[in-house]
């Protein structure tokens, strides 16, 4: 079992920039990939970003409505995936899951955070 708690969300007018955080705990020694995907009303949910390790090689991978503008990054030590958010757009405006899978099998997402982009 994981458990993930997002935090970090808010208002912000276009133009700014937030950082969301995840932080896991339980099982956390058998995390694979931690992802943020993202859903807004009346769409379906989206990847944003993508952190893979093995070994020492970290995979990214990005939506394309976000490449340039969003970074994705991962503290092992901390247990917590960051999501750093620049430039942001109205249609940026979603709440964003964190996502986790696990290498013995499982996934699991957080509650959610309400991230809203004003023009």
């Known amino acids: 079992q994981v458990q993930l708690v997002e935090s970090g969300g808010g208002l912000v007018q276009a133009g700014g920039s937030l950082r969301l955080s995840c932080t896991a705990s339980?099982?956390?020694?058998?995390?694979?990939?931690m992802a943020w995907h993202r859903q807004a009303p009346g769409k379906q949910r989206e990847l944003v970003a993508r952190?893979?390790?093995?070994?020492?090689?970290?995979?990214?991978n990005y939506g394309d409505s976000v490449k340039g503008r969003f970074t994705i990054s991962r503290d092992s030590a901390k247990n917590t995936v960051y999501l750093q958010m620049n430039s942001l757009k109205p249609e940026d405006t979603a709440i964003y899951y964190c996502?986790?899978?696990?290498?013995?099998?499982?996934?699991?997402w957080g509650q959610g955070t309400q991230v809203t982009v004003s023009s």
């Open positions: 952190i893979s390790s093995g070994a020492s090689i970290a995979a990214l």
């Open positions: 339980g099982s956390i020694s058998s995390i694979n990939v």
């Open positions: 996502f986790a899978n696990l290498l013995v099998g499982g996934e699991y």
